[in-house]
């Protein structure tokens, strides 16, 4: 295991990876929830981190999520930070030296509290657009991107209640997933939810086929109950009644992540544990089911 300092007292909170400055080396870019930056870990010698470069995010912004994307069509990475202090989200556009400016804000309302985002084109313009979820208002805000690094926010759905895009959000306090199925270009129909269980406060959620049947199921990391819970989705998109994998006692899983970790052309899972300050991993068999392969120990700040 290799460690590396995000700063003192930092707190990291999010992480992606990129090759921001094309050197064919993956880096690592990790908001710091209370230093109020982003840093940039650059890669060498294919898993070796070196140069640190910060960026501040705002005075009280208090960084809690971060993504990647090309906001402005020139073929560079760019970031997007969500700022649940500043009630905002925060554009860096970068160049092909791993060098990012124009820091560009935008408000997701008063009091919002803005807690993760994702991701997509959801109007099919070719153009990335930016979805935010707001914990203190209850809703999802969207901003559909221009291609031009300027975004025009759209509708903001309520989460108190075929070939277009959907989202889905984790609801912590009502103890479920919603999904809000797309239609007509830019609007979403009401929000469908699937309990996660009494008390078990969903935090993160991610998608992938983990049987093989070409459609997208969903797996939550559930915070309370300390477990991952599996929702196979069926032909008309509804989802199957779900399959929970424990994460040990008391473990607090926080985030949950997917990826193909051992080659084997099934979808993995990886979760951190913010209480047992741990990370595991389920090896995915291909057909809905998983068993535990690794546990990562001795980790710091699992969130």
């Keep these: 295991m290799s460690i590396y300092s995000t700063g003192n007292n930092s707190q990291p909170n999010s992480l992606k990876t990129g090759d921001f400055n094309n050197d064919v080396q993956?880096?690592?870019?990790?908001?710091?929830?209370?230093?109020?930056?982003?840093?940039?870990l650059f890669g060498y010698n294919y898993g070796y981190f070196h140069n640190m470069k910060s960026?501040?995010?705002?005075?009280?912004?208090?960084?809690?999520?971060?993504?990647?994307?090309?906001?402005?069509?020139?073929?560079?990475?760019?970031?997007?930070?969500v700022n649940k202090g500043s009630n905002n989200i925060l554009i860096l556009l970068g160049d092909k030296n791993g060098r990012f400016q124009n820091l560009i804000s935008y408000s997701t309302g008063y009091g919002s509290k803005p807690e993760s985002l994702a991701i997509s084109d959801l109007n099919n313009d070719n153009n990335m657009d930016i979805i935010v979820a707001n914990v203190y208002t209850h809703n999802i805000a969207i901003f559909f991107g221009f291609g031009n690094e300027i975004f025009l926010l759209g509708k903001f759905y309520s989460t108190n209640i075929n070939s277009k895009?959907?989202?889905?959000?984790?609801?912590?306090?009502?103890n479920n997933i919603g999904i809000f199925f797309g239609y007509?270009?830019?609007?979403?129909?009401?929000?469908?939810?699937?309990?996660?269980?009494?008390d078990s406060n969903p935090h993160s959620i991610a998608i992938a086929d983990f049987n093989?049947?070409?459609?997208?199921?969903i797996v939550v990391a559930n915070y309370g109950t300390s477990n991952i819970e599996i929702f196979i989705r069926f032909n008309n998109g509804t989802f199957d009644s779900m399959i929970t994998y424990s994460t040990e006692i008391n473990s607090a899983a926080?985030?949950?992540a997917v990826a193909y970790l051992n080659n084997d052309?099934?979808?993995?899972?990886?979760?951190?544990?913010?209480?047992?300050?741990?990370?595991?991993i389920f090896f995915g068999l291909g057909d809905g089911n998983f068993k535990i392969g690794v546990l990562i120990s001795n980790c710091h700040n699992m969130r």
Excluded: H, R
Excluded at 165 to 174: A, C
Excluded at 212 to 217: I, R, T, V, Y
């Design 55 to 81: 960026y501040s995010t705002g005075n009280n912004s208090n960084p809690t999520y971060i993504d990647i994307a090309d906001f402005n069509n020139d073929y560079q990475l760019d970031i997007v930070v």
């Design 265 to 280: 052309s099934f979808i993995d899972i990886v979760v951190t544990n913010s209480k047992t300050n741990n990370i595991m």
């Design 165 to 174: 895009l959907d989202i889905v959000v984790t609801n912590f306090g009502s």
């Design 254 to 256: 926080y985030c949950v």
């Design 212 to 217: 093989q049947d070409k459609q997208l199921d």
């Design 184 to 198: 007509d270009y830019e609007y979403f129909g009401g929000m469908t939810t699937y309990s996660t269980g009494q």
């Design 26 to 40: 993956l880096d690592i870019v990790v908001v710091n929830w209370a230093t109020n930056n982003i840093v940039i």
